[in-house]
């Protein structure tokens, strides 16, 4: 059995135990009439359960994915952005978000940062509230420099129901930029985490000293482009940039020095595949159907944690499938097949 496989049913145990289990997936598990365990062996075998019902995680409280052992154990709240309607909510436990989101960056910014000086500080210019990415940023910064990071006010949601182009969205875009240079200004920045939505316009003013101070950029949020990273490396000569795809129900994944807009994860606890486009076929179909290497179909993502069991998530983007330690995809990017619109923002 392999590794993926082994811990996949380590973690349906866990959520499918008929005392212990999950409320939702024990329900689901009803729908379905068949038990879980004993039918799905391995990753091959997830189809089985059909594309997640995204608007659960809508619906449901955040006790319904925690399996009932772990009644009163502190967990992590979280929203999405509201990017594609109404924000679904999740949970982590501590240990989770840690292997999720703050381990990752950790790892892949092991060497860079043993050449950091040891007075710099984060700038987070993102969300903060029900975001999990700001309760991240704070970790990440508490981590790597001893210091909670400096951030500014942020409502990527208010800013989505601005009219696109329209006064009041500038003057919004401005209000967070304005927050981000008065910082920059005052205090010892070396590490910005960002969006590129905000970072491009933000580069604009900021003074050549200033950018020279960076020291390292790390983006997430939403795509970032071959040209978005040419031009922050023109712009901030002595900053390193690492770009991380995920979001905030699954973890992040990082890219791989020197392969370009590349992301594998990092742990059996988050599962990537691609799967057909085929417009032939429904959802529950095409979840039987990877795409071969090197092919582009729709991202589909699992969660295999203890704080929630997320399986046949698929997501709004689409990516080329491309193979590593474990399976990861290039160059995502929004899907079209997708039944949502996508609203676009700073965040």
């Not at 449901?60 to 999405?80: D, L, M, N, Q």
């Not at 080329?320 to 079209?336: L, N, S």
């Amino acid at each position: 059995m392999s590794p993926p496989d082994e811990h996949l049913r380590e973690i349906l145990a866990l959520h499918f135990h008929p005392q212990h289990g999950a409320p939702y997936w024990l329900e689901r598990q009803r729908a379905l009439g068949f038990s879980v365990v004993e039918r799905i062996r391995g990753m091959d075998d997830l189809p089985l359960l059909g594309p997640m019902d995204q608007d659960a995680l809508r619906r449901y409280p955040v006790e319904a994915f925690i399996p009932r052992k772990f009644a009163g154990r502190p967990i992590i709240c979280a929203e999405t952005g509201g990017a594609t309607g109404i924000p679904k909510t999740t949970a982590w436990f501590e240990e989770d978000l840690h292997q999720a989101f703050v381990r990752p960056f950790l790892d892949a910014t092991e060497k860079a940062r043993k050449k950091w000086p040891p007075d710099g500080h984060w700038l987070w210019l993102g969300p903060g509230g029900p975001h999990v990415i700001g309760k991240v940023a704070h970790r990440i910064a508490q981590q790597t420099t001893g210091c909670d990071a400096f951030s500014v006010d942020f409502d990527p949601r208010w800013f989505r129901r601005l009219s696109p182009g329209s006064v009041a969205a500038a003057r919004y875009r401005d209000h967070v930029l304005e927050q981000g240079l008065r910082i920059l200004q005052q205090q010892n920045i070396g590490y910005l985490f960002t969006t590129p939505a905000v970072l491009t316009p933000l580069l604009e003013q900021m003074a050549p000293e200033t950018r020279a101070r960076i020291l390292f950029i790390y983006l997430g949020g939403m795509p970032v482009s071959e040209q978005d990273l040419a031009l922050y490396r023109e712009q901030f000569p002595a900053a390193q940039t690492l770009c991380g795809y995920g979001n905030t129900l699954f973890g992040v994944c990082h890219q791989r020095q020197g392969e370009g807009l590349c992301y594998y994860p990092s742990s059996e606890r988050h599962v990537i595949q691609v799967v057909t486009l085929d417009e032939g076929m429904d959802d529950a179909r095409r979840l039987r159907h990877p795409v071969a290497y090197g092919e582009r179909g729709q991202v589909v993502m699992h969660r295999l944690t203890e704080s929630a069991f997320l399986a046949n998530v698929m997501e709004r983007d689409s990516g080329t499938r491309i193979a590593g330690e474990r399976d990861g995809v290039a160059d995502p990017g929004p899907c079209e097949r997708t039944p949502f619109v996508v609203a676009d923002g700073i965040y």
